[in-house]
């Protein structure tokens, strides 16, 4: 049994979850960034304090952390991670001071295909990828079973490969990287460049005429209902995730390619374009690639993934 | 013992080479790929034989081939080469047919990584990526000291990472490639579209007025005399490769990429630029990415290559 612990902008989320993947215990507490480092982790300690009381030793064999940015995972150091405001915090070191039990952490997007490929997929791929469609974009490397973060704790991070000018410049301060085209932040934004002008769309219909009630949901909702600016906004975003996709098969050329995160929910409607775009990016015609799928774990990947990422790095 | 074959579209390059990666037997024949696959085989063939000959049974453990296009290194089967015109094209089991040896097929580029990798630079790097630039851009994977290929085969083809939007399209078919943008062809191409407006050139000086004698060699010569077009071109350039080397990163992060190909024959003034712009690409600027680097091995690197992949296949 291990703890997994996904560490958000908006909530510390923790479970105790058995080796087959399940949970069986849950908590959360907010995170609340603006409090500093130290009260974060006072809190993260809480969380799993919580999650062992009552429990004999040795039942749980070690704590698995997912965090929302660039992890060192061989010396456990947050290396950097927007959302929160850290900058080389020495998490593990921190954490283990008070906890006699190994801690393990990633990124939250490789934790969440860990959660994917080995529970969701039952181990059926050695070498996988995720992406994660959110307010940014994460991606999860399995290669030979293992997940990668690189050299440096650096890699995996799909979001930030650079694949075209943007339209603005992304929270890493470069232009072009993949999250600034396919991410729900994305599409917002360059839908909001095209209301400007043509406001005539059910995309505003949808917000109430309040523009900062639109949301990837609702550009999705206008775009299935053929709404001519949120289909531009979508077959946008669908051209520049193809190409993340297949710049994917480029590198690593994986057997499947996972598609998750909150924009995901727009399923087939999403999915049966994305393997159109592919499809057509394609430059070997008659040779497969990497199937593209929708995954299947919906709720809470990030607690599953980072206990079963302690369960594999054990 | 093992023989490594470099199969290029001029010529049918091969080698016997021992096991620290010298080569102590070398022969070579025209490729002329006009005659057909047929034609070609039959003077592989021909190759290995005559490296073959003169020596005792059992001597020579395998055979490697790299191929400048995509194969599958699972059924030695060469996918697509542009080059050759071949497209699944069974290149192991027709050479089967005729050796009683083990023989390993991957692109040139895969293999070249392996030479610069395992002999050149010794070993010393388990997570490295080469790029070779010349006509095109190849890629070579190093992953825990093994040649990544993907599950398909079409893996490490980094010359075809979409990057942005080329002045021309790419030979697969799509735009955008980095080949497209840091190969030979790419900056001979910008070249010209600059000369076009701008004729007063060192450029055109060197290649005394003849616009078919415009090469790499050519436009660095040029740059390294701040002739303006010259400058535009590689700075171009050197921003794409930028890109693709930081891409590379945010996949894999490797400890090193290393620069070959005939571009690379630019030396420190390539690379001086290279490291500065990779570093202003950087957006975790105090941590390490990896180190970029000229590829050491200059000559055979794709003999050497083959026949060392071929050993570590075995």
Redesign the interface.
Request: overall charge negative; charged content about 15%.
């Given at each position: 049994m291990y703890i997994g612990i996904d560490l958000g902008g908006t909530n510390i989320a923790g479970g105790l979850v058995v080796d087959s993947g399940d949970i069986i215990k849950k908590t959360s507490v907010p995170t609340d960034p603006s409090r500093g480092a130290d009260a974060v982790i006072a809190d993260i300690l809480k969380v799993i304090y919580s999650l062992l009381e009552g429990l004999e030793p040795n039942v749980v064999k070690g704590v698995g952390i997912g965090i929302p940015g660039?992890a060192d995972p061989h010396t456990g150091e947050v290396?950097?991670c927007v959302n929160l405001n850290w900058?080389?915090v020495p998490l593990k070191d921190r954490l283990q001071t008070a906890i006699d039990l190994p801690i393990y952490i990633d990124n939250d997007a490789t934790v969440a295909a860990v959660a994917e490929f080995s529970v969701a997929q039952q181990g059926k791929y050695s070498?996988a990828v995720m992406l994660t469609l959110g307010t940014g974009v994460g991606g999860g490397?399995i290669?030979?079973g293992k997940a990668?973060?690189?050299?440096?704790?650096?890699?995996?991070?799909?979001g930030?490969?650079?694949?075209?000018?943007g339209l603005y410049d992304?929270n890493?301060?470069?232009n072009?990287c993949l999250e600034t085209f396919v991410s729900s932040l994305a599409i917002i934004r360059y839908a909001k460049h095209l209301l400007i002008e043509t406001p005539e769309s059910l995309i505003l219909e949808y917000a109430k005429g309040d523009w900062d009630q639109i949301n990837g949901e609702i550009i999705f909702k206008a775009a299935m209902l053929k709404d001519p600016v949120a289909v531009k906004v979508i077959d946008r975003m669908v051209k520049y995730l193809a190409?993340g996709i297949?710049?994917?098969?480029?590198?690593?050329?994986?057997?499947i390619v996972v598609l998750g995160g909150g924009l995901a929910n727009a399923g087939d409607f999403l999915l049966d374009k994305v393997k159109t775009t592919v499809e057509a990016?394609k430059?070997?015609k008659?040779?497969?690639?990497?199937r593209v799928e929708l995954a299947k774990l919906k709720n809470d990947a990030g607690i599953i993934g980072a206990a079963m990422y302690a369960k594999i790095q054990d």
């Open positions: 660039i290396i950097a900058y080389h070498n490397i290669l030979d990668i973060s690189g050299h440096h704790g650096i890699g995996s991070e799909l930030h490969m650079i694949v075209g000018e992304c890493c301060g470069r072009g190409i297949m710049n994917t098969v480029s590198f690593i050329d994986p057997e990016l430059y070997f008659a040779t497969d690639c990497a």
